[in-house]
């Protein structure tokens, strides 16, 4: 008989200290050892994690009203501008913003770029940041000008808001060009002198559920050390499956995720500051979301392993994306993972943006508060649209 399983029940067996719960990683050794039929009957909860940069991320932000009020309508933490077209004294932080005479705004690439990704590390790691505010002042917000130094703990809450995180797949990125390049992927030397690539591979949360059978709007994950949960689809949420010459499907990719959580419970060993030489800053973002395992279809998709698994291997030289940037075949992560592949005939040294041991440690976390009765599984009230829903993006020319 096949497996049917609801939260529910999981629940009731997390809660009894009885629920099932392996790593992703785990699982496979599980799945090769003794079949998807067994498996499923066994296991509850397959746990998977992410550790990489992620730049649509950031942080609302409500300092509290000072004395007398204002209405700030311009500010800066840490000289990194918020937005702050909210309200009186709320702002939004983005991870990317950059100081006005940062570097970046040049054509020099080489200083070390401090942005709002850094400030939301600082925050987190309990710092304090410098807080500036203007105001064009109001009968009810007569105060124009502040600048005083906040805390995490000072302020009245701080939201982590992230609009797009936790790609499903991402590229691996190569430079046919004479010139070394500076990008998201990090720096690519000329003549494929090396390849970057991103995603966790075997571990990736949306490569374990590529249908999205599980994921949706109220999804409890591990959200940058602490619990979040899925707000929405990401933007650019545009999830399929990529496909090889015969046109059979090979690999998820597209789909990302909206997440909401309380940066006061949030560490900064998972919400890092990261700067790109040549690029900017950004944030790096620990993700863990726990797959239920509900049937063995949901196990099948939960099991794959990195020899299953591919990135297309794309040419950032040559004003990516176009179909001869995209021409250059795939890669599976087990072969990513060993150091080299190969593109056109000729060897190629890999290196990853994402940190695969770091993603190993959400994982096993995660499976760790569940294994404790720590975290439940929150059933989603609407799930995201799969591939079947065959959404497309809209490109500006």
């Not at 399983?5 to 997390?14: A, C, F, G, Q, S």
């Not at 397959?46 to 950031?58: A, K, L, N, Q, R």
């Not at 940062?102 to 690439?109: E, I, K, L």
């Not at 196990?299 to 001869?324: C, F, H, T």
Request: charged share 20%; net charge neutral.
């Amino acid at each position: 008989m096949s497996v049917e399983r609801t939260y529910k029940e999981i629940n009731e067996r997390i809660k009894a200290g009885k629920a099932v719960v392996l790593t992703a990683e785990e699982v496979i050794g599980k799945v090769r050892e003794q079949g998807i039929s067994r498996t499923a009957k066994e296991v509850d909860v397959v746990t998977t994690g992410t550790f990489s940069p992620m730049c649509s991320s950031g942080v609302f932000l409500n300092f509290g009203h000072t004395k007398p009020r204002m209405r700030m309508s311009k500010v800066w933490l840490n000289n990194v501008s918020a937005y702050a077209g909210i309200a009186a004294v709320d702002a939004f932080l983005g991870a990317t913003e950059l100081p006005e005479q940062d570097p970046a705004n040049s054509d020099y690439p080489g200083e070390f770029r401090y942005g709002g990704g850094h400030v939301i590390e600082d925050l987190v790691a309990g710092k304090a940041v410098n807080l500036k505010a203007t105001s064009y002042g109001t009968d009810c917000y007569p105060r124009t000008e502040l600048e005083t130094t906040i805390t995490l703990e000072k302020i009245n809450e701080a939201i982590l808001f992230n609009p797009r995180n936790a790609y499903q797949n991402y590229n691996c990125a190569v430079n046919l060009t004479e010139r070394t390049i500076y990008t998201y992927m990090g720096a690519l030397k000329p003549n494929l002198g090396n390849a970057s690539y991103s995603t966790s591979g075997q571990l990736s949360p949306l490569l374990k559920d590529p249908y999205f059978k599980t994921i949706g709007i109220g999804t409890r994950i591990f959200l940058g050390g602490g619990i979040g949960y899925v707000a929405w689809n990401g933007t650019q949420h545009f999830p399929g499956f990529m496909k090889d010459k015969e046109g059979k499907d090979l690999t998820a990719s597209g789909g990302t995720l909206a997440v909401i959580g309380d940066l006061k419970q949030m560490s900064s060993r998972w919400l890092v500051g990261t700067s790109y030489l040549g690029y900017g800053a950004t944030l790096t973002v620990g993700i863990g979301l726990p797959i239920p395992i509900l049937n063995e279809e949901i196990l099948e998709y939960a099991a794959k392993s990195d020899e299953e698994l591919y990135a297309p291997i794309v040419d950032y030289g040559d004003a990516y994306p176009n179909l001869k940037s995209m021409d250059l075949g795939y890669a599976s992560y087990a072969q990513l993972k060993t150091g080299s592949i190969k593109v056109r005939g000729q060897e190629v040294p890999t290196s990853p943006v994402s940190s695969y041991v770091r993603a190993r440690e959400i994982a096993a976390t995660l499976k760790n508060w569940i294994q404790k009765g720590e975290f439940l599984l929150g059933e989603p009230s609407q799930l995201l649209p799969g591939p079947e829903q065959g959404l497309k993006g809209k490109s500006l020319t």
